[in-house]
């Protein structure tokens, strides 16, 4: 499964994919295997994006259009 969102959020934020890599203690190479759908993002790197993001896991993959989190 391919998350779009995240590519677009780091992007939106003027991030390197090393930069999020760091946030999640991962290399580069590992974190564009997550963007690119090759590999699956484990529960807990999803929670860890959500927080860094200030959005919900839902939105991250898809199931839901809101964004920022009230």
Same mark, same amino acid.
């Given at each position: 499964?391919?998350? /779009?969102? $995240?590519?677009? #959020?780091r992007?939106?934020?003027? /991030? +390197?994919?090393?930069?999020i890599a760091?946030? #999640?203690?991962i290399?580069?190479?590992? @974190?564009?295997?997550?963007?690119?759908g090759?590999?699956? %993002?484990p529960?807990?790197?999803? $929670?860890?994006l959500?927080? @860094?993001?200030h959005?919900? $896991?839902?939105? +991250?993959v898809? #199931?839901?259009?809101? /964004? /920022? %989190?009230?």
């Amino acid at each position: 499964m391919k998350f /779009k969102r $995240i590519k677009d #959020l780091r992007e939106d934020n003027d /991030k +390197l994919q090393k930069d999020i890599a760091q946030v #999640l203690g991962i290399s580069q190479q590992y @974190y564009s295997e997550y963007e690119n759908g090759n590999r699956p %993002i484990p529960v807990t790197h999803l $929670i860890t994006l959500a927080k @860094y993001y200030h959005t919900s $896991i839902d939105y +991250l993959v898809g #199931l839901s259009d809101k /964004k /920022k %989190i009230v």
